[in-house]
């Protein structure tokens, strides 16, 4: 991926999944400070619209905005660009995220790694990807160690939510901008903004990185049906890509035998999207679940539990 030029000024870039659904949903307001960012950042947009997203565009001082009524939310997505807002709500929640903001007009200066365009400021930074946190389901994720240009937070309920701290950088100018920084010889033709821009709103917008479970089955090894007595396990694990459920490919699936403690832990077997095991029981009776807890980084949370009942073989089953 081409280098990545990013401006950076105390703008706010949010997108927030409101809606904790499994699957994408579309309808998307946009609060701007004015209609000629619509102009500006067409590009974005059209994007948006090309993978079917619904956007509704309203300035930030609306007096009818409203997101809610009648206890629904009339959108499943928002985007703020509208860095000029005044107020603490935004920062507030930003704080609650873990991100906090400086003070209007203060911007990142990096006098090493500018863009040959920059004006004197070094404030037009040029990210090399080798930089960047390596995420796959959303990379590239943030720069730095302390100051933090980019950054994704998904919540307990799987609600998910971009910080970016420059409008500029979905601006149809940084698009399709060249790239060269002043510490080296390369130039790339095109920046990859757009291509980060798009992985992040592909995944805040859970187009991508999302699971679900399927089928699952626990029966005694060689039969089919739940009997009394369980040894075999298996849970169908989906991951949604390119708008289709596809068998997820992961081999970390842990499984865990419980009763009040975990008896049992033990790491499923992945078989086109199939995650299976053989296990003995533990020789104790009681009320034991089947859970199946599943959190990785840019994938939401996989939960899924199932509740037996264990007794030790009765004296003629021997």
């Known amino acids: 991926m081409a280098a990545s030029t990013i401006t950076t000024f105390a703008g706010l870039f949010l997108v927030a999944f409101f809606c904790a659904t499994v699957s994408a949903n579309k309808r998307t307001l946009i609060l701007v400070d004015n209609w000629s960012v619509r102009e500006t950042h ?3 947009f059209r994007t948006l619209r090309d993978r079917g997203f619904e956007l509704t ?65 070094h404030t037009l930074i040029v990210a090399d990807p080798k930089n960047l946190l390596d995420a796959p389901m959303i990379y590239p994720h943030a720069v730095g160690k302390n100051t933090v240009l980019v950054a994704a937070l998904q919540a307990r309920n799987n609600a998910r939510v971009v910080f970016v701290g420059s409008l500029d950088f979905f601006s149809d100018e940084f698009f399709t901008s060249a790239v060269q920084s002043a510490n080296g010889d390369k130039k790339f033709d095109k920046s990859g903004n757009q291509e980060l821009a798009l992985n992040l709103a592909q995944w805040v917008f859970k187009e991508k990185g999302v699971l679900r479970v399927g089928k699952v089955a626990h029966h005694k090894k060689g039969e089919s049906n739940p009997p009394i007595a369980y040894t075999d396990y298996s849970i169908e694990i989906q991951e949604l890509k390119d708008g289709q459920w596809k068998p997820f490919a992961g081999n ?5 035998f419980v009763r009040i403690d975990p008896f049992v832990r033990t790491v499923l077997k992945p ?21 199946v807890d599943y959190n990785r980084m840019g994938y939401t949370h996989l939960y899924s539990t199932t509740q037996v009942s264990v007794r030790p073989l009765q004296h003629t089953q021997y």
């Open 57 to 121: 565009f309203k300035t930030a001082d609306d007096a009818s905005l409203s997101l809610v009524k009648y206890g629904e939310f009339l959108y499943d997505n928002l985007i703020l660009f509208s860095p000029s807002v005044e107020g603490d709500p935004l920062k507030e929640l930003a704080t609650e995220c873990g991100v906090e903001f400086d003070e209007e007009k203060t911007a990142v200066i990096d006098h090493l790694n500018y863009d040959l365009s920059d004006k004197g400021k």
């Open 42 to 44: 067409s590009i974005f």
């Open 252 to 256: 970390d699936v842990q499984l865990e």
């Open 271 to 291: 078989k086109n999207g199939n995650f299976g095991v053989s296990f003995k029981l533990p020789d104790v009776y009681g009320v034991y679940q089947f859970i």
